[in-house]
C-alpha cells in the first residue's frame, strides 16, 4: 500500500519535471510546426487573417514562456504598412539579461513566419518554410527563460520576409532597443529536414564572415553536431535572408566599409525539393532532430551571452566589416 502510494506520487511528479526540462519535445515541435502549417492557415500570406492569426499565437507562447514585451512596447507587436487593410506585425518578445554587468547588451533571435498563401485550390504550407525557424525561436524562448541567460535576448518573429525582407528592414529602421547594443543576431531558415545533410548538423551562413561560425563549430564538436559553412554559396544566402538586415546598417564607400551587427542564418536545408512548393507540409519533417537542435542552439546561445568576449566581425580584401558601435 505505501509502496504502491509512493509509485503513484513518483509517476504524478517525475513526467512534469522530465518534460519541464525536456522541453519543447519531438511532440510539442511537432504540434506547433503542424498548427501552423495547417490549411486552416492557409499558407500564412501577409496581410491575411491567417497569418494574424499565427502573429496571436507565437504572441500567446511568449507570453507563456515568461517573455516580457520588448522595452518601451505596449503589446508584442511591432506593426507596418499600416495602408494596408490587415497591417504586417513582426511578433517581439523580450527577455531581460540576469548578469547586470552584460544585461545592457543582447542577442537577437529571429525566424520569419509568413510564407506565401495559396494559388487557387493550392496552398502552400510553408512547414519547412519557415514554420521551422518560427517554432526554433519560439522553443528558444522557453529555454532561455529556464536558462536565464547573462546577456538579454530579444526574440523576433519577422513578417513580409517572402515580399523582401520587409520586417526585418522595417524592424531596423525602428528598432526597439539600440542597435549598437546589439551584439549578435541568430536567424533561423529551413532547419526541419534532414535528408539531404544528415541529422545532427545544421549550416551558417557568412562563415568567412564573423567569429561566430569557428565558436559554434567548437561548441558543436563538445556535443556531437557538425556545424559546417553553407554549402550552397551561388544563392548569396547571408546578403538574402533577414540576417542581412543586421549586417548593413549604414555603408560608407568612399572607405568600403560595412557597419552592422554580426549577423547569420541558420539552417539544415539540403536541396530536399519541397521550397515553395504545396509539398512542403508538416509531415515532411524531421521533428526528433528539430527538439534536439532547439536544446543544443539553447545551451549554445546561452554561452554566447553568458562569455565575456562577444562575436566580431572579419575583414576580407573586397570591403571592411564593423561593428555598427564603430560607425562615423
Ligand atoms: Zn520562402
Redesign the pocket.
Known sequence: MTKNKFLIIGLLVLPSISIAESMPDADTVSEWVSFLASDELQGRANGTPSIREASEWIAGHFADAGLAHAPGAGSYFQEYMPEKKIPYRNVIGYLSGSDPSLANEYIVLSAHYD??GVDGLKIFN?AD??ASGTSTVVGLAYRLAKLKPGRSILFIAWSG??EGLLGSRHYTTQPMLPLEDAVLNLNFEMVGHTEGNGKHQFWVTGAEHSTLFPALRKMGDEVGWKVAPNPFTDLQLFWRSDNASFVQLQVNEATRTIYGVPAHSISTWGQEGHY?APSDTADTLDYENLAALIEVMGDMVNRLANQPDTIDWKDNPNFHLRHYDEKQ
Do not use: A
Request: aromatic content about 0%; glycine content about 12%.
Open positions: 510564407h506565401i510553408g518554410d519557415n520576409e517572402e515553395h
